[in-house]
Each structure stands twice: as structure tokens, then as C-alpha cells.
């Protein structure tokens, strides 16, 4: 399946979520990364189900009652879910559809986003985007990074892991080598000057 983050976690405060969904929201925008807001009802109960459509596929339909936002970050990887609960549990309405047949019991559950096919420099960029959050928002949040970046910063260990995920393919060595040799990482270099600029406005 290849490389992979998991994440899960509370907000610390509900009264933070619209300034988190704001902060997000304009992440998305300076990052270009298609962008979807869920405005559900924290007041009422979900009622979120999978059935199955027209051909025969899975779909979601209901009001899974949550706030947040969904942020594609790249074509080639799943969305990255900041939604909530009334409770401020981090989950996502696929989720909230499955916790159904346990009466819609909400338990911060980890949320996976594969990189694999992304690239290294997504996989860096969420990385850095989760550890932003973890410091302003979540005071339990817990992130798996299978690569180990999210413990040793370090990006070299996301070039490796991809590269040993696919050590057949000469293709993502070469391309990985030169990754390896750029300075200036561009998504990387993008979202941490953006994260630092929004330190150092909350500073001022």
C-alpha cells in the first residue's frame, strides 16, 4: 500500500473551530489546494449512513452533524479531514456513517491519508501542516508518520522510506536522488513559510 500518515485528536477548545476552519481555509487558498467546507448542525443528531447507488458502489447520504473542512492536498492521495464532532472529535463523515451500527458513538479514530503515489514533498508538507495544528489547536493530537519525519524532521527519512516502498523502480530512485540534491524543496519550502508567517502574525 505504500507510504502512509494516521492522525487523530480533540480540539482543546470548541470555541477555537471557526478560527481553525478560517485558519484552514486560507491555508488552502494560498496553497491552492481544493478546499470543501461541511457547516453540519452540532445540535441535532446524525443520521449519516453508507448505501449502496446506482451501481451498486457505496455512497454517503444523511447529515453526519459535523464542522470543518476537507483540504485535497494532491490529486494522487486521499483528502486530509479536519472535521469535528459536537464533542470537537477530530473524524470525518465516513467515519461518523460507520459509527451508525454503535448509535453514532464518536471515538477519536485514526484518520489515513496515503502519500505514496504524492511524493515526498506532499508527505513533508502535511507532516508540517499537522505539527502547526498539534501546537495551536490539539492538545492531544497524535500523528503515525511512517516514514519517522514527524519524530526526526528529518527529510531525508521520507526519500528513504519512498524509496524502500519501491525499491523495484528505477524511476522514483533517480527521481528521488534528485530530490535529494535540491536546496529548495518546493511545496516543503511553501507551507513552512506560510505556517511561520502565521506565527508571526499571531505574535504581532
Same mark, same amino acid.
Given at each position: 500500500? *505504500? ?5 487523530? *485528536? ?33 445540535? #441535532? ?102 516514514? *519517522? ?14 524509496? #524502500? ?40
Amino acid at each position: 500500500m *505504500g507510504l502512509s500518515i494516521h492522525y487523530r *485528536g480533540t480540539l482543546t477548545d470548541k470555541r477555537q473551530s471557526a478560527a481553525l476552519l478560517c485558519e484552514l481555509e486560507d491555508i488552502g487558498k494560498s496553497m491552492r489546494w481544493p478546499t470543501q467546507v461541511l457547516d453540519g448542525h452540532w445540535d #441535532r443528531r446524525p443520521d449519516a449512513r453508507l448505501e449502496r447507488n446506482s451501481a451498486g458502489l457505496p455512497a454517503l447520504v444523511g447529515d453526519s452533524g459535523l464542522k470543518g473542512i476537507i483540504l485535497k492536498v494532491h490529486q494522487d492521495c486521499a483528502p486530509l479531514y479536519f472535521c469535528f464532532s459536537a464533542s470537537g472529535v477530530l473524524t470525518s463523515p465516513i467515519q461518523v456513517a460507520v459509527s451508525a451500527v454503535d448509535n453514532y458513538a464518536v471515538t477519536p479514530n485514526w484518520i489515513t491519508v496515503h502519500t505514496q503515489s504524492a511524493g515526498p514533498e506532499t508527505h513533508a508538507a502535511i507532516v508540517s501542516l499537522l505539527r502547526y495544528l498539534q501546537e495551536k489547536y490539539f492538545h492531544d493530537l497524535e500523528v503515525e508518520d511512517e516514514s *519517522g519525519y514527524w519524530e526526526s524532521r528529518d527529510y531525508q527519512d521520507v526519500l528513504s522510506e519512498m524509496a #524502500r516502498e519501491r525499491s523495484g523502480n528505477e524511476e522514483l530512485a533517480r527521481k528521488a536522488a534528485r530530490l535529494k540534491r535540491r536546496e529548495q524543496k518546493d511545496i516543503v519550502a511553501r507551507i513552512d513559510l506560510l505556517l511561520r508567517k502565521m506565527r508571526d502574525w499571531e505574535e504581532d
